[in-house]
């Protein structure tokens, strides 16, 4: 792996793979400036792909079909992404549409995007489980960009206009930082020279720095959302923990898998889909942003369960807050976790970005390989103290069912 910076100061990370055929590029535009109205940064995103100066929408997706180039936008929290795929000997081809998505996108179908994405949120809100996260996210990240989920883009979305998506294109372009990755067969002078050609013009705002950390959860929040047709309740429970550049990340990462995230293996799955037949899913999850972290438990069930599937959370909590772990379930945990992120980093689009998201956060390309170490390094006595740290009774609990198995909560 090496790392460049080019003239228009922005990282480059080569991965030199040999004998592959196709080229993996990624490239990071962090997200600068908040959203003022929820969705703003959404609707740019649809829009990349809807046609440029030079392209419409229709030529644009044929040129990609007929040289077999995958190209793509994907916006996170944090940053918005593109990703480019092809051939190595149509690189530079796949470049060129790639830089003219990027500083050409016309935004011309803005009012076209805006009714099809009401459309689809309204549509996705239907789901049970998706409005269960809906409330869980917005009431846990209230007042914050991290918040803005589909029911807050509903509200907003009406008074967004071109302007502000312009706006915050010009944004992204402008004043964010920026990360390039590529993962292939190559010289790396001829990448470099590529990437001039064709991106020497985007400059990289070195001293992005984002202070926009959500207000502290001070207490415990229960959110009931009644759904009278919901056939099972959807649970969630969740709490701000520390993200991936706090030195616990490597444990809290482990005891997630311990708890929920290792499939059948995992603790929630045994004790309350196994020995209790409360569930068919249940897990934990870990989520990283930029400015928070989130570590949530989840179980889709039985209206009639929610109570004893509340008081299961409880037991397996309490559980690994004070009763330390063996060193075999810590050492399978830990080969759990390894083994599943070497899965994932096996093609040039996952490596590519992989070391661009590490990048973006400020923490080398070869994070991976050192986080691999330091999550070996995790002790017994780590796994219960970030236990005890992170689960709280400050909380943000969410149930969804009809609204006679509400009452109580």
């Known amino acids: 792996m090496n790392k460049i910076v080019l003239d228009n100061n922005i990282p480059l990370v080569l991965k030199e793979n040999k004998n592959t055929p196709r080229h993996a590029l990624c490239f990071y535009f962090k997200i600068s400036e908040p959203e003022k109205k929820a969705g703003i940064y959404t609707i740019l995103n649809r829009l990349f792909l809807q046609g440029t100066k030079n392209r419409s929408a229709e030529k644009l997706a044929q040129e990609l079909?007929?040289?077999?180039?995958?190209?793509?936008?994907?916006?996170?929290?944090?940053?918005?992404?593109?990703?480019?795929?092809?051939?190595?000997?149509?690189?530079?081809?796949?470049l060129e549409i790639l830089a003219d998505i990027i500083k050409n996108s016309t935004l011309d179908d803005f009012e076209k995007e805006v009714i099809k994405l009401k459309g689809e949120i309204q549509a996705e809100l239907d789901e049970p489980k998706t409005r269960a996260l809906d409330g869980f996210y917005s009431t846990i990240y209230k007042n914050h960009a991290y918040g803005h989920t589909y029911t807050?883009?509903?509200?907003?979305?009406?008074?967004?206009?071109?302007?502000?998506?312009?706006?915050?294109?010009?944004?992204?372009?402008?004043?964010?930082?920026?990360?390039?990755?590529?993962?292939?067969?190559?010289?790396?002078?001829?990448?470099?020279?590529?990437?001039?050609?064709y991106f020497s013009d985007i400059k990289n705002v070195v001293d992005c720095k984002i202070e926009n950390k959500p207000q502290d959860l001070n207490k415990a929040e229960v959110v009931k959302i009644e759904k009278d047709d919901a056939s099972q309740a959807q649970i969630i429970q969740g709490w701000r923990v520390p993200s991936i550049f706090d030195k616990d990340y490597p444990a809290i990462m482990v005891m997630n898998t311990m708890l929920g995230s290792s499939g059948l293996s995992s603790r929630l799955f045994l004790e309350l889909r196994d020995k209790k037949g409360l569930a068919y899913v249940v897990r934990s999850s870990y989520e990283i942003y930029d400015q928070s972290a989130l570590f949530n438990v989840y179980i889709a069930t039985e209206p009639k369960n929610i109570k004893t599937s509340l008081e299961g959370f409880k037991v397996e909590l309490d559980k690994i807050k004070n009763i330390p772990?063996?060193?075999?379930?810590?050492?399978?945990?830990?080969?759990?976790?390894?083994?599943?992120?070497?899965?994932?980093?096996?093609?040039?689009?996952?490596?590519?970005?992989?070391?661009?998201?590490y990048e973006d956060k400020g923490?080398?390309?070869?994070?991976?390989?050192?986080?691999?170490?330091?999550?070996?390094?995790?002790?017994?006595?780590?796994?219960?103290?970030?236990?005890?740290?992170?689960?709280?009774?400050?909380?943000?609990l969410t149930v969804l069912a009809p609204s006679e198995y509400l009452k109580g909560l």
């Open 65 to 94: 079909d007929e040289n077999a180039i995958d190209c793509y936008s994907e916006m996170k929290q944090d940053f918005i992404r593109f990703k480019l795929q092809c051939l190595n000997e149509d690189f530079e081809k796949g």
């Open 152 to 197: 807050q883009i509903l509200k907003d979305i009406d008074s967004i206009t071109k302007q502000d998506v312009e706006n915050a294109y010009h944004s992204l372009i402008e004043k964010s930082s920026k990360v390039i990755s590529i993962a292939g067969d190559f010289s790396n002078d001829c990448v470099v020279g590529l990437l001039k050609k």
């Open 325 to 357: 772990v063996s060193e075999t379930e810590l050492e399978n945990a830990k080969n759990n976790l390894i083994g599943k992120r070497q899965f994932f980093s096996e093609t040039n689009l996952q490596q590519a970005s992989l070391i661009a998201y």
């Open 363 to 396: 923490l080398g390309a070869d994070f991976e390989e050192r986080f691999i170490q330091m999550v070996q390094d995790v002790t017994v006595e780590d796994i219960q103290r970030v236990a005890n740290s992170c689960i709280t009774d400050n909380y943000v």
